[in-house]
């Protein structure tokens, strides 16, 4: 009896101890020059090992509202979260991730802001990739060039895909690049980052730069700088790790 006793507080303790790792809600946050449907094939391999993922919708009119729309899909969440941003988006979780909901959170081929810094200071900091095709900005928003948006930002897509994301992508304000950041979610978050080493949006150096200096996880990929839709398996194997990886109260 007492050894049947001993084996059924194991099962309980490991089974306790399994229940705290497992945090299966995981928030995806889009970037400049795309939505939410890019996230299309992450979902689906997400969705498959039993997550409850959730795509923000942020218009990128501004790093605020951005924030705020990822606080609106935060809220509807029952559980802890790990929440995700791909390029600006990863702005954007810098701040939404202060929410107590936000256990973890993930940078894919993303900035990732200190205290006092802008978007538009860390990209002047590095030299300007030819291949970019950023347009100058009309009306307070800047656009993708729709004839370089294949070579310039995701060349490891189909051309079908590439000329599909081109024509949905979502311009972004140009003051969420003079916006100055303060409170800083991976000062107080783990964090886990994805550099694309092909990137020509964001300078692959600054990416390495910027997760070295978070302390976080960092992993290279050989990708575009929409590492998650031509690697997406990869993509969610580390979205996977961070769930995973992460003991929840």
Same mark, same amino acid.
């Given at each position: 009896?007492?050894?049947?006793?001993?084996?059924?507080?194991?099962?309980?303790?490991?089974?306790?101890?399994?229940?705290?790792?497992?945090?299966?809600?995981?928030?995806?946050?889009?970037?400049?020059?795309?939505?939410?449907?890019?996230?299309?094939?992450? $979902?689906?391999?997400?969705?498959?090992?039993?997550?409850?993922? &959730?795509?923000?919708?942020?218009?990128?009119?501004?790093?605020?509202?951005?924030?705020?729309?990822?606080?609106?899909?935060?809220?509807?969440?029952?559980?802890?979260?790990?929440?995700?941003?791909? &390029?600006?988006?990863?702005? /954007?979780?810098?701040?939404? !991730? %202060?929410?107590?909901?936000?256990?973890?959170?993930?940078? /894919?081929?993303?900035?990732?802001?200190?205290? !006092?810094?802008?978007?538009?200071?860390?990209?002047?900091?590095?030299?300007?990739?030819?291949? &970019? !095709?950023?347009?100058?900005?009309? %009306?307070?928003?800047?656009?993708? #060039?729709?004839?370089?948006?294949?070579?310039?930002?995701?060349?490891?897509?189909?051309?079908?895909?590439?000329?599909?994301?081109?024509? &949905?992508?979502?311009?972004?304000?140009?003051?969420?690049?003079? $916006?100055?950041?303060? #409170?800083?979610?991976?000062?107080t978050k783990p964090s886990w980052h994805?550099?694309?080493?092909?990137?020509?949006?964001?300078?692959?150096?600054?990416?390495?730069?910027?997760?070295?200096?978070?302390? !976080?996880?960092?992993?290279?990929?050989?990708?575009?700088?929409?590492?998650?839709?031509?690697?997406?398996?990869?993509?969610?194997? /580390?979205?996977?790790?961070?769930?995973?990886? /992460?003991?929840?109260?």
């Amino acid at each position: 009896m007492k050894k049947i006793f001993s084996i059924m507080l194991s099962i309980i303790v490991v089974m306790s101890i399994t229940s705290q790792a497992q945090v299966k809600n995981i928030v995806l946050v889009h970037g400049a020059f795309a939505d939410g449907s890019g996230w299309q094939k992450v $979902y689906t391999i997400l969705k498959a090992r039993g997550y409850n993922v &959730s795509v923000v919708g942020n218009p990128n009119t501004g790093l605020e509202d951005d924030v705020a729309a990822t606080k609106r899909v935060l809220d509807r969440q029952t559980g802890p979260v790990i929440l995700v941003g791909h &390029s600006y988006g990863g702005a /954007i979780i810098t701040v939404a !991730g %202060n929410s107590d909901k936000v256990v973890g959170l993930v940078y /894919i081929a993303a900035f990732a802001p200190d205290k !006092g810094e802008t978007l538009g200071g860390l990209l002047g900091s590095y030299p300007a990739d030819t291949l &970019s !095709g950023i347009l100058p900005p009309v %009306n307070g928003f800047a656009w993708y #060039d729709l004839a370089k948006y294949h070579s310039g930002f995701c060349a490891d897509l189909s051309k079908e895909e590439a000329d599909f994301m081109a024509a &949905s992508q979502v311009p972004v304000a140009v003051s969420a690049f003079t $916006y100055v950041f303060n #409170d800083i979610a991976w000062k107080t978050k783990p964090s886990w980052h994805i550099v694309a080493t092909e990137d020509h949006s964001i300078p692959v150096a600054l990416e390495r730069f910027m997760g070295k200096r978070t302390g !976080g996880k960092t992993s290279e990929i050989k990708a575009s700088h929409l590492v998650f839709i031509s690697q997406s398996k990869k993509v969610a194997d /580390i979205l996977d790790q961070a769930a995973i990886g /992460i003991i929840t109260k």
